[in-house]
Structures are given as C-alpha cells and as structure tokens.
Nanobody, 115 residues
Framework: QVQLVESGGGLVQPGGSLRLSCAAS????????MRWYRQAPGKERELVAR???????YYADSVKGRFTIWRENAKNTVYLQMNSLKPEDTAVYFC?????????WGKGTLVTVSS
C-alpha cells in the first residue's frame, strides 16, 4: 500500500527557511512524478512544485527562486526547501504522487509564516 508522510512544517518568521520532507512507502518514488501542493485557509489547493521521474522541475510563479524540490532516491524521499518565506506561504503542504489512475496524498504538514 502506498503511503506518503510529510514532515518539517512549523512556525517560522518572515524571511526564514524550512525544509519539508515526503517519505514514501509502498512505492519507488524515482519511478514517478512527484508534486508538492499547498492549501491556505479559505483557498483552493494549489500546485507549488513538481519533479518528474527524469528530474525535471516546475515551480509556481509565486515560489520560483525561493523554493527547491528534489528527491533522494536512496531514502525514497522528496524534499521541498523553502527560503525567504513570506506570510502568504502559510498553508498546509501536501505531497502528491499520481500513480497510474490513482492519486496518492499525504496528510499534510502545516507551515505558518508569522512574526
């Protein structure tokens, strides 16, 4: 059974950094595209970043130049490094793996950017 578990969220001041992790079991992440989404209170879930099975990356304009996605195949984990955080980055961040006809999601990790 595929399971995705996010970690690394927390409270950080504006301008600070956090590193989120998405650890997978039941699936070999390097085989699939992986995505980070976020959902702020009262807003729709939005795509933040993705990494293809070949290593190509995409970032939403709102995070480009501040966030970096990568994977460590040996640890079967995908990361999201978030720098220069802004209050508008406050959200629950979710890891997503579209595998075949199914979409697998973690339960999310809360990131709060506030002074």
């Amino acid at each position: 059974q595929v399971q995705l578990v996010e970690s690394g969220g927390g409270l950080v001041q504006p301008g600070g950094s956090l590193r989120l992790s998405c650890a997978a079991s039941g699936v070999t992440l390097r085989t699939y595209h992986m995505r980070w989404y976020r959902q702020a209170p009262g807003k729709e879930r939005e795509l933040v970043a993705r990494i293809s099975s070949g290593g190509g990356t995409y970032y939403a304009d709102s995070v480009k130049g501040r966030f970096t996605i990568w994977r460590e195949n040996a640890k079967n984990t995908v990361y999201l490094q978030m720098n220069s955080l802004k209050p508008e980055d406050t959200a629950v961040y979710f890891c997503n793996a579209p595998i075949g006809a199914m979409d697998f999601w973690g339960k999310g990790t809360l990131v709060t950017v506030s002074s």
